[in-house]
């Protein structure tokens, strides 16, 4: 499994972006399907995910309401579309993969893109 993050850019606070992340397999075939962030100086932080069993989609606090997280099943592909952004939001942004149960569960991550809010 490969995941390829895109959309990453420099932006003015308020401003939005779309992120994407490519992914080789179906996203059917994965238990969640997850975007993360990583800050400067801070360890990586959960963003949003989509739990395929139930459907459901979960949103950190601090993005509620401003970001939403969907898939394209047929192009294969996760976005993250980012509205009213501020500076806190800039980081390097990391989709996430979970395939399998068990002793056969495997994670697999993406390489980031970076998202730079300005004042």
């Known amino acids: 499994v490969q995941l390829v993050e895109s959309g990453g850019d420099l932006v003015q606070a308020g401003g939005s972006l779309r992120l994407s992340c490519a992914v080789s397999?179906?996203?059917?075939?994965?238990?969640?399907m997850s975007w993360y962030r990583q800050a400067p100086g801070k360890e990586r932080a959960f963003v949003a995910s989509?739990?395929?069993?139930?459907?459901?989609?979960v949103y950190d606090d601090s993005v509620k309401g401003r970001f939403t997280m969907s898939r394209d099943n047929a192009k294969n592909t996760l976005y993250l579309q980012m509205n009213s952004l501020n500076t806190e939001d800039t980081a390097v942004y990391y989709c996430k993969v979970v395939a399998g149960v068990g002793a056969l569960q495997r994670t697999y991550w993406g390489q980031g893109t970076q998202v730079t809010v300005s004042s």
């Open positions: 989509i739990i395929s069993g139930v459907g459901t989609t």
């Open positions: 397999g179906n996203p059917l075939n994965f238990n969640t």
